[in-house]
Nanobody, 128 residues
Framework: QVHLAESGGGSVQAGGSLTLSCAASEAIRQKYCMGWFRQAPGAAREGIAFYDSDGEFRYAQSVKGRFTISKDNDRDTLHLQMNSLKFEDTARYYC??????????????????????WGQGVQVTVSS
């Protein structure tokens, strides 16, 4: 099974930027939908940004225009560039992969059990 490991979390002031990375433990050769969930204290885990093997990008409305997902195919690593961070972006961010194929249209409707591989998560804290 492919394992995922996130890096790049931290603390930043509102308006600042952070980049998260998610490295796969081995080369990804199958179809996939990979991306990021986040979970704030007391809240449900929510899907925010995804990319699939067909080249489709999916963003939740809450991050559209501020967050950008990209994939380094040479290193099988996913990146999440987060700009214009807000206090409400404070959460633990998890990388996840669904090895069954494409990403559905709306990340807010993604079910956690669709995803076969998960990272341990990294904390992002935005101070106002």
């Amino acid at each position: 099974q492919v394992h995922l490991a996130e890096s790049g979390g931290g603390s930043v002031q509102a308006g600042g930027s952070l980049t998260l990375s998610c490295a796969a433990s081995e080369a990804i050769r199958q179809k996939y939908c990979m991306g990021w969930f986040r979970q704030a204290p007391g809240a449900a885990r929510e899907g925010i940004a995804f990319y699939d093997s067909d080249g489709e990008f999916r963003y939740a409305q809450s991050v559209k225009g501020r967050f950008t997902i990209s994939k380094d195919n040479d290193r099988d690593t996913l990146h999440l560039q987060m700009n214009s961070l807000k206090f409400e972006d404070t959460a633990r961010y998890y990388c996840a992969a669904d090895w069954s194929g494409y990403c559905a249209l709306n990340p807010k409707e993604y079910e956690l059990d669709w995803f076969h591989s998960w990272g341990q998560g990294v904390q992002v804290t935005v101070s106002s």
